[in-house]
């Protein structure tokens, strides 16, 4: 059955994972608050198919996590994926970063809202219901003690991601359920690509970008006089 290696960049997680028919077989991540991508990507994606004795050729498909998140993290994951296909001439799938960090959570009931940090008291935001289906696609908003109110009001509500900490200095309703320290991780791509590797849901490794959702603005230095 295939096998499909995995790369999460999107955030301060550097993720690899290699996964058979849906199963994830093992991880490897540097799971702290310091980017080390362009460092340990590369190691950790050699490392990863040594210790299962997997040669580069026998890997099906290479499975990216697109966004949201950090412009420079998904650069890197994205090139280091990219490259992968173009040598081994196999498709590249995609996963929504914040679909696989939902994956994290096991409810029967409520919803799921996966949340990255943006900047302030922004953040990346998806709401999913209890099968990770969307209900609300993804938005940058800025939080208020009135944020998801409407889920809220409904059920229990799961929040995860690194936009946990502000979100829970600002939301105080009954119903609202922290997840801490949890980014989003190559463990749950597996799954999520499988079932698009066997639709043959691919993107165009030349065109493909990931998805920033917002413009990435470089800052000019001030200058020194």
Do not use: W
Request: contains cysteine; proline residues 3%; hydrophobic residues 45%.
């Amino acid at each position: 059955m295939a096998l499909i290696l995995s790369i999460e960049t999107a955030t301060t997680n550097c993720s690899v994972s290699l996964s058979k028919a849906g199963e994830t077989l093992a991880v490897i991540e540097d799971y702290n608050k310091g980017f080390s991508h362009a460092e340990r990507l590369h190691s950790f994606i050699e490392t990863i198919l040594n210790e299962n004795a997997v040669a580069a050729s026998q890997i099906a498909a290479v499975a990216i996590s697109k966004g949201p998140g950090s412009y420079t993290g998904l650069r890197i994951g994205v090139s280091a994926a990219k490259g992968l296909c173009f040598a081994l001439n196999i498709p590249l799938i995609s996963v929504s970063t914040l679909e696989a960090l939902a994956h994290q959570v096991k409810t029967q009931e409520g919803f799921i809202i996966s949340m990255l940090d943006a900047r302030r008291m922004e953040v990346y935001a998806e709401v999913y219901n209890a099968n990770y289906q969307s209900v609300r696609g993804i938005k940058a908003e800025v939080l208020d003690a009135n944020s998801y109110k409407e889920f809220l009001d409904k059920s229990p509500v799961h929040f995860i991601g690194n936009g946990v900490e502000k979100t829970k200095a600002c939301i105080r309703h009954k119903n609202a359920v922290f997840i801490e320290n949890k980014l989003p991780s190559a463990n749950e791509m597996g799954a999520i690509a499988f079932n698009k590797y066997k639709k043959s849901d691919f993107e165009d490794v030349a065109y493909f970008e990931p998805y920033y959702l917002k413009d990435f603005v470089a800052i000019k230095p001030k200058s020194i006089l």
